[in-house]
């Protein structure tokens, strides 16, 4: 945490007794809570109106509440959080100069179906369970849907899974996602008939398809659960390692079968699957590039279930998605993800993160609400999302910028062959 002290109120600069206690929780509205919330933006918008940065280490916070909007307590001292756990003490007056010098937060405004079957996409099919809701229901069903080219994996496709998962992250509406393939494969990887192109974008510009759709998955705060009712290869199988659970038929072929194309493993995959399955594992499966059905002792701690029968598949991925959604709740179920993979490395760190995470959560609308349904005997109704309810310690890892750098109209990349 930091905060902020001024040589002109404090009269010296060597000390920093943070002010009395007030504070304000930064929105949108303010560019000091843009996503990346870094130090760097806290310190540059304090420098602006004339003050230093200092470690915190002063009491405890009080509970946040919001200033006057009548402007009549400019002179208030209040306390000003940016993500991640920046912390910066200002009076009303500077956080006014603030607004003005930095401007309004860009956030990208998405807006949602009311119909998700009535999306236009092309490539995958979304449906509501069950089918003829007119309503968005908690559980979605993704179909990868290619007739005769066996859900081959290509542009459009891409595309079409980003934008779902985009949706489906922002929708509080949505509890829970299964994808499928459509007819007797899962999905076959990437399109062999169109082939790998290279040469035409920088390679410092260049995003592969598969990592974008298996970064959306990982990043999508809802639970994913992969139903393979069929074989899966290549792209087609490392998609589903971002999911929380996979199920498939038993002989589904699975195969990494990157060596016997001359490529690497892609779609994030050489972080996910030796987490998943362990690196010997891993290795073996990526160095022979060898098929095995999904109930081959090499993928046996890949898939939760692995079913008799491609037909007996989706019915159990959904009972599967019928009890979480029943059940869980959707901000405990994402933090035990973000968790485990954003760990801090040591057992030590993360008992101080866990503790800090659960301890935001006691008395929290979800907590409550799962302690009192357990004592009166009652269903629960968690009604908490990541989007309202995230405790204000997470994210407490840096994310990775992946995007690319903006370009000039009219310019033209040029091979250098």
């Known amino acids: ?6 040589a002109s109120l404090r009269g010296s600069t060597s000390k920093t007794r943070p002010f009395p206690s007030e504070r304000l929780i930064l929105d949108d509205s303010l560019r000091l809570a843009i996503c990346s919330g870094t130090q760097m933006t806290a310190t540059s918008a304090a420098n602006a109106v004339g003050y230093q940065a200092a470690p915190y280490r002063g009491p405890p916070l009080s509970p946040p509440h919001q200033p006057a909007k009548d402007g009549t307590s400019r002179e208030r001292k209040v306390t000003i959080i940016s993500t991640p756990h920046l912390l910066i003490r200002l009076k009303l ?5 603030i607004k003005l010098i930095m401007g309004p937060a860009e956030v990208q405004k998405v807006s949602l179906p009311s119909s998700y079957p009535s999306l236009p996409f092309t490539q995958i099919r979304c449906h509501h369970v069950p089918e003829n809701s007119k309503d968005v229901t908690p559980t979605i069903v993704v179909e990868l849907y290619r007739p005769g080219k066996h859900n081959a994996f290509t542009d459009t496709m891409m595309y079409e899974l980003e934008e779902a998962f985009k949706l489906f992250d922002v929708d509080d509406r949505v509890k829970c996602i299964v994808v499928t393939g459509n007819g007797r494969i899962y999905c076959a990887g990437a399109d062999l008939e169109r082939g790998f192109v290279g040469g035409q974008e ?12 298996a970064l959306a998955i990982h990043r999508c705060r ?8 069929g074989s899966a290869v290549g792209i087609g199988i490392t998609m589903t390692l971002p999911m929380s659970i996979r199920v498939a038929y038993k002989n589904a072929k699975i195969g990494f079968v990157f060596s016997r194309r001359g490529l690497i493993m892609e ?10 399955i362990g690196m010997s594992k891993a290795l073996h499966l990526t160095t022979t590039g060898s098929t095995y059905p999904a109930s081959h002792p090499l993928l ?3 898939f939760s279930e692995t079913l008799d029968t491609p037909d007996a598949v989706l019915p159990r991925a959904l009972e599967i998605a019928d009890e979480i959604v029943q059940n869980t709740s959707t901000v405990s179920s994402y933090l035990m993800k973000e968790l485990m993979y954003r760990d801090t490395g040591s057992a030590e760190g993360q008992h101080l993160l866990d503790s800090k995470v659960i301890y935001e959560m006691f008395g929290s609308k979800d907590n409550t609400e799962g302690v009192q349904s357990f004592l009166q005997k009652r269903p629960v109704k968690f009604v908490g999302s990541m989007q309202q309810d995230a405790p204000g310690s997470w994210p407490w890892y840096t994310t990775v910028d992946t995007s690319n750098r903006p370009q ?3 310019y033209q990349f040029k091979p250098k062959l």
């Open 1 to 6: 945490m930091h905060c902020l002290t001024t």
């Open 408 to 410: 000039a109209v009219g």
């Open 267 to 276: 779609a994030c995959s050489s972080f996910f699957l030796p987490r998943l």
């Open 300 to 302: 046996n701690t890949l």
């Open 202 to 213: 920088d390679f410092r510009d260049h995003r592969d398809g598969g990592g974008r759709v």
């Open 222 to 229: 809802k639970p994913v659960i992969g139903a393979l009712q």
């Open 93 to 97: 007056f500077d956080i006014l100069k």
